[in-house]
């Protein structure tokens, strides 16, 4: 039998060949409005977390009335009301214990590393150098009665950053990285009195390095720091002193090892 000879119809060809895409292309659009509607969904959270971080301003304000706008570094307490201190704006602030809420600010020029309070006291050591506009290297006492100004007439002073505070009776012993204090030759360490700020002379405790730390407990005064000597006599990091006498004690502990790696113990001894 004869084959006969069909002509070819290229749109015939093309209706039966080809795919229908309408299906395709709603699903493509679902899809497209879908990832829309994820990338606006993740837009918007993105938005709402950088709005709650922008809280810290230069005006500290919060859901308790006060949010620090920087760290905090030091606190202290006396009955109902927190002192924190810091490199936030006034670098002091009193709040209430119970609540957060803000009661007043101070205006310290510098960062705040210190707190102590002694009675009406509240001492501050940091590497700040004024106060309420006036010279107050690194030490300072304020009024906590009156809004915590500056007693105008506490003067003394470090010649470096003042890491902590601790009071004995009428004693204030300060640490920290500093060579000078008060006028004197005296690294590391120094003490005045509570309220006149007036150097105590009779304790020249004197460390190579920084102080960090201090603490008072049963008569005696304890140091910690990255020091290696007191007074010329081996202390590493850790030595107490006797706070009636200002002698260095013997108690000294050892360091487990000296430089960064562990590997380099020291051999306990026998």
Same mark, same amino acid.
């Given at each position: 039998?004869?084959?006969?000879?069909?002509?070819?119809?290229?749109?015939?060809?093309?209706?039966?060949?080809?795919?229908?895409? &309408?299906?395709?292309?709603?699903?493509?659009?679902?899809?497209?409005? =879908?990832?829309?509607?994820?990338?606006?969904?993740?837009?918007?959270?993105?938005?709402?977390?950088?709005?709650?971080?922008?809280?810290?301003?230069?005006?500290?304000?919060?859901?308790?009335?006060?949010?620090?706008?920087?760290?905090?570094?030091?606190?202290?307490?006396?009955?109902?009301?927190?002192?924190?201190?810091?490199?936030?704006?006034?670098?002091?602030?009193?709040?209430?214990?119970?609540?957060?809420?803000? +009661?007043?600010?101070?205006?310290?020029?510098?960062?705040? &590393?210190?707190?102590?309070?002694?009675?009406?006291?509240?001492? +501050?050591?940091?590497?700040?150098?004024?106060?309420?506009?006036?010279?107050?290297?690194?030490?300072?006492?304020?009024?906590?009665?009156?809004?915590?100004?500056?007693?105008?007439?506490?003067?003394?002073?470090?010649?470096?950053?003042? &890491?902590?505070?601790?009071?004995?009776?009428?004693?204030?012993?300060?640490?920290?990285?500093?060579?000078?204090?008060?006028?004197?030759?005296?690294?590391?360490?120094?003490?005045?009195?509570?309220?006149?700020?007036?150097?105590?002379?009779?304790?020249?405790?004197?460390?190579?390095?920084?102080?960090?730390?201090?603490?008072?407990?049963? #008569?005696?005064?304890?140091?910690?720091?990255?020091?290696?000597?007191?007074? #010329?006599?081996?202390?590493?990091?850790?030595? =107490?002193?006797?706070?009636?006498?200002?002698?260095?004690?013997?108690?000294?502990?050892?360091?487990?090892?000296?430089?960064?790696?562990?590997?380099?113990?020291?051999?306990?001894?026998?």
């Amino acid at each position: 039998m004869a084959a006969h000879n069909v002509p070819y119809c290229r749109l015939c060809a093309s209706s039966r060949q080809a795919p229908s895409t &309408r299906g395709t292309a709603v699903k493509t659009t679902s899809r497209l409005a =879908s990832v829309s509607a994820g990338l606006g969904l993740s837009i918007i959270a993105t938005v709402g977390f950088a709005a709650a971080a922008s809280a810290y301003s230069s005006t500290p304000s919060g859901p308790t009335g006060w949010t620090p706008d920087a760290a905090v570094h030091a606190v202290a307490t006396s009955g109902s009301v927190t002192f924190v201190g810091g490199a936030f704006t006034g670098g002091v602030a009193e709040i209430d214990s119970a609540t957060g809420a803000l +009661i007043t600010t101070a205006n310290v020029g510098g960062d705040v &590393r210190a707190l102590a309070v002694s009675g009406s006291h509240l001492l +501050i050591g940091g590497s700040f150098t004024t106060v309420d506009g006036a010279t107050h290297k690194k030490l300072a006492s304020l009024t906590i009665a009156t809004g915590l100004p500056a007693d105008p007439h506490w003067r003394a002073a470090a010649g470096g950053t003042v &890491r902590d505070i601790v009071v004995n009776g009428n004693t204030e012993y300060f640490g920290g990285a500093f060579t000078h204090q008060n006028g004197q030759p005296q690294g590391g360490l120094g003490a005045v009195t509570v309220d006149t700020g007036k150097l105590v002379p009779s304790f020249a405790a004197s460390t190579d390095n920084t102080v960090f730390g201090l603490t008072a407990s049963v #008569g005696k005064l304890f140091v910690a720091g990255n020091f290696t000597h007191i007074d #010329g006599v081996v202390r590493n990091s850790l030595a =107490s002193v006797t706070m009636a006498t200002n002698a260095l004690d013997p108690w000294a502990p050892a360091r487990a090892w000296t430089g960064s790696s562990p590997a380099r113990r020291r051999s306990a001894p026998t």
